[in-house]
């Protein structure tokens, strides 16, 4: 038989797991706590389905409450998305925004400016979470990632918000004592440190030279003792004079204008490490992504990325 689902029970789920108790939807939705019991009661009954495990301590979501929230979530962010292109919420952007960004850079640059764009729209409400490696977007847990270098996924948006490049560099101790690299080969003999990112293995160094028809990409495998999944471990590594370090501009501007560290082979360009928004195709016409957007880009753009 096939269960019998109302949408209009997708924001009371919605709201229910969302406040991680019965109590406390009761008093967001503002009703009985027993009126809560009795509608999740009647979903269950109509459904032929357990959705919620409950305790007197605690309530959980079984297999089958993970499938129908996430369909209602998705369904409930459809209907919002068709009203804003609708022309009912163009006016003013509203609702929640769901944001993730790299460790560092989302901690030194994105967190800043979410706090001032919820100054300015008041009425979203972001959720940022930051992590090591991007999330897939096809697993709709968020709607903007921001990230470096632009995804290799034709099917989703991704506008680039800030130029941004990779550099060599090394502390002046470590150059002094071993000696500078003049070819992207002599990075061979020197101790350089390597950051893990995804699935891509650490150490492969991608150094382009040369002028027109006379330019060429040299892959490096370097070597090194120490490896790290985290960008600032590796800068400070490279300040303790521990070894060479290729690292995004933004990431080791602040030490290079002090002399802390000295740029390697710059006579050579590394791959981009350009910043780009990312997101699915279904949010272009968002008002709240597009806003989120336009403003990070702008604030990049006017006052640069910073360490």
């Not at 027993?34 to 269950?44: F, G």
């Not at 002046?172 to 390597?194: M, V």
């Not at 350009?274 to 016409?285: E, G, K, L, P, S």
Request: proline share 6%; with cysteine; hydrophobic share 40%.
């Amino acid at each position: 038989m096939t269960a019998d689902i109302q949408p209009a029970d997708f924001a009371f789920f919605s709201t229910l797991v969302a406040c991680g108790s019965l109590s406390a939807a009761a008093r967001e939705l503002g009703v009985s706590t027993p009126a809560v019991s009795k509608r999740l009661a009647q979903i269950e009954a109509r459904l032929g389905l357990v959705l919620l495990s409950r305790t007197t301590r605690r309530m959980g979501l079984t297999p089958e409450g993970e499938l129908y929230l996430c369909h209602s979530r998705r369904v409930l962010a459809e209907i919002e998305e068709l009203a804003q292109q609708l022309g009912s919420a163009k006016a003013t952007p509203k609702g929640l925004l769901r944001v993730n960004a790299t460790l560092g850079f989302g901690r030194c640059n994105i967190a800043p400016l979410v706090a001032r764009f919820v100054r300015v729209h008041p009425h979203v409400d972001v959720q940022l979470q930051l992590s090591v490696n991007p999330p897939l977007l096809a697993d709709d847990l968020f709607d903007v990632c921001v990230r470096f270098g632009n995804p290799p996924d034709s099917r989703v948006v991704a506008r680039r918000i800030a130029r941004n490049r990779r550099l060599l560099c090394a502390s002046p101790a470590y150059l002094s004592q071993h000696g500078e690299p003049k070819t992207p080969r002599e990075l061979i003999n020197h101790n350089c440190i390597s950051i893990r990112q995804g699935d891509d293995p650490p150490g492969l160094w991608r150094l382009t030279g040369g002028r027109g028809g006379q330019r060429r990409t040299e892959s490096v495998k370097v070597h090194g003792n120490l490896v790290t999944n985290d960008g600032e471990v590796a800068v400070n590594w490279a300040l303790d004079g521990c070894g060479i370090l290729m690292r995004a501009e933004w990431n080791i501007a602040v030490h290079i204008r002090s002399g802390r560290l000295v740029p390697v082979l710059p006579q050579f360009d590394t791959p981009d490490a350009d910043v780009f928004a990312v997101y699915a195709q279904r949010h272009q016409h968002s008002t709240r992504v597009r806003a989120f957007v336009d403003f990070v880009g702008e604030s990049l753009e006017a006052g640069g990325v910073s360490g």
